[in-house]
């Protein structure tokens, strides 16, 4: 089992950049995909990036792409999601989400997720 916890969320300006971290514990971390999804209010929770246990094994969705980036350090057990760029659209509730089953990550099927952390960003 494994246990997640977002941290990292915040108020920007639009072109600002924030950081996500995701702390896992549990066993075997580095056996979990692990993905980042998004709800804003009034919207359906969706897919941001998904990195495997391979770090070579980077998804993103299009509208994040070239903006943000994910990475993984199993040794910490940590994924971090850099926001680079943002933009008004991109305020949500960010969620950190792990599954060995890296498909039902990507489909937001996995088995495990964090709390989630708020980030704003202001026009």
């Known amino acids: 089992q494994v246990q997640l916890v977002e941290s990292g969320g915040g108020l920007v300006q639009t072109g600002g950049s924030l950081r996500l971290s995701c702390a896992a514990s549990?066993?075997?971390?580095?056996?979990?995909?692990v993905g980042w999804f998004r709800q804003a209010p009034g919207k359906e929770r969706e897919f941001v990036a998904a990195i495997f246990w391979s770090t070579s094994s980077l998804y993103y969705a299009d509208s994040v792409k070239g903006r943000f980036t994910i990475s993984r350090d199993n040794a910490k057990m940590t994924v971090t999601l850099q926001m680079n760029s943002l933009k008004p659209e991109d305020t949500a509730v960010y969620y950190c989400a792990a599954d060995e089953v890296t498909s039902r990550v990507v489909a937001g099927r996995s088995n495990y997720w964090g709390q989630g952390t708020q980030v704003t960003v202001s026009s």
């Open positions: 549990g066993r075997a971390f580095w056996r979990y995909a």
